[in-house]
């Protein structure tokens, strides 16, 4: 019972240990992976009872009730739906055993123990999340500004003086380029996949 409590209190419950890609397919979150949609694992982390695991279309979360529990939950959270935000490294103390990463992956919290003697391996990983995360913001703000501006010509157009039997072929004609053009403007800056910024940061 006192070696539980200390164990709580050092940060030693469940610390994480990061796995090296040669024993990727050694854990439970490897089976999950889309490999056949080119989905690669970058990044894993692994505690008693956990998974995180970060390929270059999402973050798959193996969540455990506990270390002796053999029950699973698999989540999901594709980065182009769940954005990254509120990245965090926290380093050890002098008693600490572990170093901590935090983010927030949509509204879900997560927050991560790992091994002191890992930290080098934990800040590429903080890099390219706290990249991730300002590349989703960035896009996010430019596409919000590309559907106010398609909006903002359109309403011109309304309000203007045009032909009323030129008005329905010039919206017509209006609708499919701005169409075409949104479509354009949602593959450029809605980003699924983030393999270029793993390969540029992570270094295991």
């Not at 040669?22 to 998974?51: G, P």
């Not at 390929?55 to 699973?72: M, P």
Request: with cysteine.
């Amino acid at each position: 019972m006192f070696k539980k409590i200390a164990a709580d209190a050092l940060g030693l419950s469940d610390i994480g240990t990061i796995i090296k890609p040669t024993d990727y397919d050694k854990t439970d979150a490897d089976d999950y992976v889309m490999h056949e949609d080119n989905e690669k694992i970058y990044f894993l982390i692994k505690t008693k009872a956990d998974e995180y695991c970060f390929t270059n279309l999402a973050i798959i979360h193996v969540d455990g009730e506990s270390a002796t529990s053999s029950k699973r939950t698999l989540k999901r959270y594709p980065y182009s739906q769940h954005r990254i935000s509120s990245v965090l490294l926290e380093t050890a103390g002098k008693i600490d055993m572990d170093v901590e990463i935090k983010f927030h992956v949509g509204n879900v919290a997560f927050d991560i123990d790992v091994r002191k003697d890992q930290i080098e391996e934990l800040k590429d990983l903080y890099k390219a999340l706290l990249r991730i995360s300002e590349l989703t913001f960035e896009n996010e703000t430019k596409h919000n500004f590309a559907m106010e501006s398609l909006n903002k010509a359109v309403s011109v157009l309304q309000n203007s003086r045009t032909d009323d039997n030129n008005l329905t072929d010039t919206l017509k004609g209006l609708t499919e380029v701005g169409f075409t053009w949104l479509m354009s403007a949602h593959d450029q800056y809605h980003v699924k996949d983030f393999g270029d910024v793993y390969e540029k940061y992570i270094n295991n």
